[in-house]
């Protein structure tokens, strides 16, 4: 009680208050702050509903003085500590730091009427409830969203988690603290892949890409049924594409002009790499023209490296790829080009599985601008738009944008 005594004395100093106000703020703190053993409910209510008529003409010295006092009291009236935690941040931190007495729709109007401090100090909290972690990312704060990030003790849900690799796009600086995420899917991680560094991206090739062993050996038997019906269903068709073990597409080869995919690639180092001739690659490599498109026009080089890992393309087409795209292999001085050799890199460090997951997922998702609608709900005819939940369309939306 003596801190208390003391800043109690510095109220005693204070102009403009009378000393009848002064010691009635002392008694209704010490009430509101006792535990429940010591004051009826009833009590305790009654002098806060009086308190928080006083703090409304208060100064900032005795909101602070009275949050100090309730920092570590979650007993305290709830309307009494809401009202403290949206006060001025000198005076919120006390509540919003220490106090577990606010709960989800508290930190929500804390968060929808404050101020980018007050929600850096939510984002903080222990824990951070899914409801108010997807109000914070709304505003799109980048030190929040770190913060958030940051924070082990936030719960993070699916729209929420949308929102954050949407802002990782301009915030790059996101892409690793997401990576660490629990939360975080592969079809967010595939997403971000386009716009992460290199060793986000390496981080995402290795972490997030499966090798579908079970999936391959709990769909051999759909493949055979497929086939019987002519590959007529477009959805089963999608859905096997993504699961099949091989990669080239055999049709493709049987109509193109060139003998295969390498012969395809060394056209291209030789002649130059054309719009017709880098969709050609991307059909004999069994992708589509958004895809190969993407992956072409990608800087970086870690989707070279995908593609040819996962079509089992030797080393000298891998190099004879990156020369059709006009990069060099070579600096001035003959030495290895430091982007080559991060392409290099990358593609001996992928497993063939993997860069195949990663590869079909890439045409998966980026070739679904929009999942397809089921007409009715079998309760009540509503329509239900599938895009909403669809992670191909999500990723479609995320990398292309609506």
């Not at 090798?211 to 002519?230: K, M, Q």
């Not at 995919?261 to 023209?289: D, H, M, N």
């Not at 079509?311 to 080559?340: C, H, I, K, N």
């Not at 997951?357 to 999942?371: E, K």
Request: hydrophobic content about 40%.
């Amino acid at each position: 009680m003596q801190d208390t005594d003391l800043q109690l004395d510095a109220l005693e100093n204070a102009p403009r208050i009378g000393r009848a106000r002064k010691a009635l703020l002392r008694r209704l703190i010490d009430v509101v702050a006792l535990p429940s053993s010591r004051v009826p409910p009833q009590d305790r209510s009654m002098a806060g509903d009086i308190l928080l008529e006083m703090l409304f003409t208060a100064d900032e010295e005795h909101l602070t003085l009275c949050a100090r006092r309730l920092a570590d009291k979650p007993e305290a009236p709830r309307r009494l500590l809401r009202f403290l935690a949206c006060a001025p941040p000198p005076v919120a931190r006390h509540i919003l730091e220490l106090n577990d007495g606010l709960d989800g729709s508290d930190l929500c109007r804390v968060v929808a009427s404050g101020s980018t401090e007050h929600r850096q100090l939510v984002a903080k909290r222990k824990p951070v409830p899914e409801l108010v972690a997807e109000q914070l990312v709304t505003f799109g704060e980048p030190n929040v969203l770190k913060s958030l990030l940051q924070n082990p003790h936030a719960r993070l849900s699916g729209p929420g988690i949308d929102t954050l690799v949407s802002a990782s796009r301009d915030h790059p600086e996101l892409c690793p603290l997401l990576l660490e995420r629990g939360e975080l899917t592969p079809a967010h991680a595939m997403a971000m892949f386009w716009w992460a560094d290199s060793d986000t991206r390496r981080a995402i090739l290795q972490r997030q890409a499966a090798d579908r062993l079970e999936l391959i050996a709990s769909c051999t038997d759909v493949f055979p049924l497929a086939a019987e019906e002519g590959w007529a269903d477009p959805v089963t068709r999608k859905g096997l594409q993504l699961i099949e073990r091989r990669q080239r597409n055999r049709a493709a080869i049987a109509k193109s002009p060139y003998d295969s995919l390498e012969q395809a690639i060394e056209t291209a180092a030789r002649e130059g790499l054309t719009q017709t001739l880098a969709q050609e690659i991307g059909y004999l490599s069994g992708v589509k023209p958004v895809t190969v498109a993407k992956i072409l026009s990608d800087t970086g080089g870690e989707g070279i490296a995908v593609l040819c890992k996962a079509t089992g393309l030797r080393t000298p087409s891998l190099r004879a790829l990156w020369q059709a795209l006009r990069r060099p292999v070579e600096t001035a001085d003959g030495g290895e080009d430091p982007r080559y050799g991060h392409l290099l890199y990358t593609y001996q460090t992928l497993t063939v599985a993997k860069a195949q997951t990663t590869l079909r997922y890439w045409n998966w998702s980026l070739s679904s601008a929009f999942s397809p609608r089921q007409p009715e709900a079998a309760s009540g005819g509503h329509t239900i738009d599938g895009e909403e939940f669809s992670a191909a369309s999500r990723t479609a939306q995320l990398v292309f944008g609506r």
